[in-house]
């Protein structure tokens, strides 16, 4: 069974940019799709970006022009850059494959 691992959340303040990293146990070659997601406290967990394995993506309009999302397979890592900050997007950011199985998060806390 696949697992997932995030990394490379932080405290950033606005403006500023991360990159996570959402590492998986074994091969997502053949993994037709995979996203990240992100949850504040006391709310619903929210999608933010889907990677495909033909190459295509798609964007939240909330984080579209802002956050890109990337996959590696010969890595077997999704990727997830996120530029010009804001403190909206602060949250735990997780990574899914639909119907499979989800990482176990990690914190962006965007602050100045």
């Known amino acids: 069974q696949v697992q997932l691992v995030e990394s490379g959340g932080g405290l950033v303040q606005p403006g500023g940019s991360l990159r996570l990293s959402c590492a998986a146990s074994g091969s997502i070659f053949s993994i037709y799709v995979m996203d990240w997601y992100r949850q504040v406290p006391g709310k619903q967990r929210e999608w933010v970006a889907r990677a495909r394995n033909d190459g295509n993506t798609g964007y939240a309009v909330s984080v579209k022009g802002r956050f890109t999302i990337s996959r590696d397979n010969a890595k077997n890592t999704l990727y997830l850059q996120m530029t010009n900050l804001k403190p909206e997007d602060t949250a735990v950011y997780y990574c899914?494959?639909?119907?499979?199985?989800w990482g176990q998060g990690t914190q962006v806390t965007v602050s100045s």
């Open positions: 899914n494959i639909p119907g499979y199985t």
